[in-house]
C-alpha cells in the first residue's frame, strides 16, 4: 500500500494493440516474399472503362442490298431504251429531210455516127449504159429500146439466131422489133432519133417515143433515113 501511495497508482496493463495495416509484405510459409498489393485503378483508367463503346455501323441486309442493284440495272436499261429511241427519232428525221433521189441516166445522149454502124448490124454499144439499140436495117437507122413490152424485162440480142430474146418469159422479136413469139402482146418501142447540126453524129432522145400499134413508126423521128 505504502508504495501505491508513494508512487501514484500502478499503470494499467496495456491493452491489446490495435492493428495497423502494415505495408511490410507478407512472407509465406515457405519464406518467399508474397506479391505486393496493386493499387487502386487511376481515375482515367477508369473512366476509360466506365466508357460506353460505339455502336457498330449498319450493315445493309443482303435483301436492301439486291434492291438497290435492281433499281440501278432497270434504271440504266430504261436509259439505254430512251437513248436508242431518240436515236431512231433523230435518224427518221434525217431520213425525211433528205429522201432518196433515183439517179437515171440522161435520156438524150449521143451514139457515134451513122457509119459506124453497117448495114443489117444491131450495135449494142449502148443497151447497158443507156438501154438502148442502135439498129441498122433495110435502110434505115432506128433507136429500139431495150425493154420488153411483156412485163419489162431487158431482152438480149441474140446474133447467131437474128432475134431479140427475153429471157424472163420468152418473148421474141425480129430484128425490126415486132414480136413473132412468147407472150409479149406488142413490139419493142423506138426512141426518137437525129442527126445532130452540129457534129453530125447520132443522137437518141428516150423521153419520146414511138410505138407501131399506133402507126408511130412511119414518123420521121422514129427513123433516119440512109442514102
Not at 19 to 43: D, F, H, I, L, Q
Not at 62 to 78: L, P
Not at 144 to 159: M, N, S, V
Not at 189 to 210: L, N, W, Y
Amino acid at each position: 500500500m505504502a508504495d501505491e501511495t508513494k508512487d501514484g497508482p500502478a499503470p494499467e496493463p496495456a491493452g491489446p494493440a490495435e492493428s495497423v495495416p502494415s505495408t511490410t509484405p507478407k512472407m509465406t510459409t515457405e519464406g518467399a516474399r508474397a506479391e505486393p498489393a496493386k493499387a487502386p485503378p487511376s481515375a482515367p483508367a477508369a473512366a476509360a472503362k466506365a466508357a460506353p463503346a460505339p455502336a457498330p455501323k449498319a450493315v445493309p441486309k443482303a435483301g436492301e442490298d439486291m434492291s438497290r442493284r435492281g433499281f440501278f440495272s432497270w434504271a440504266a436499261v430504261a436509259w439505254v431504251g430512251f437513248s436508242a429511241a431518240i436515236g431512231g427519232c433523230v435518224t427518221a428525221m434525217g431520213r425525211f429531210m433528205f429522201p432518196n433521189v433515183l439517179f437515171e441516166p440522161p435520156t438524150t445522149f449521143k451514139a457515134g455516127y451513122p457509119q459506124d454502124v453497117g448495114a443489117g448490124v444491131v450495135d449494142t454499144r449502148f443497151v447497158d449504159k443507156y438501154g438502148v439499140w442502135i439498129v441498122n436495117n433495110e435502110g434505115k437507122l432506128y433507136a429500139l429500146i431495150a425493154i420488153c413490152t411483156h412485163l419489162g424485162c431487158p431482152p438480149a440480142w441474140l446474133d447467131t439466131q437474128n432475134k431479140f430474146k427475153c429471157p424472163c418469159h420468152g418473148s421474141g422479136y425480129y430484128k425490126s422489133g415486132i414480136n413473132f413469139e412468147g407472150p409479149t402482146p406488142r413490139p419493142l418501142e423506138r426512141a426518137r432519133i437525129f442527126i445532130s447540126p452540129d457534129d453530125g453524129q447520132i443522137v437518141v432522145d428516150k423521153a419520146q417515143k414511138f410505138q407501131w400499134e399506133l402507126g408511130q413508126w412511119e414518123d420521121p423521128n422514129s427513123f433516119i433515113p440512109l442514102a
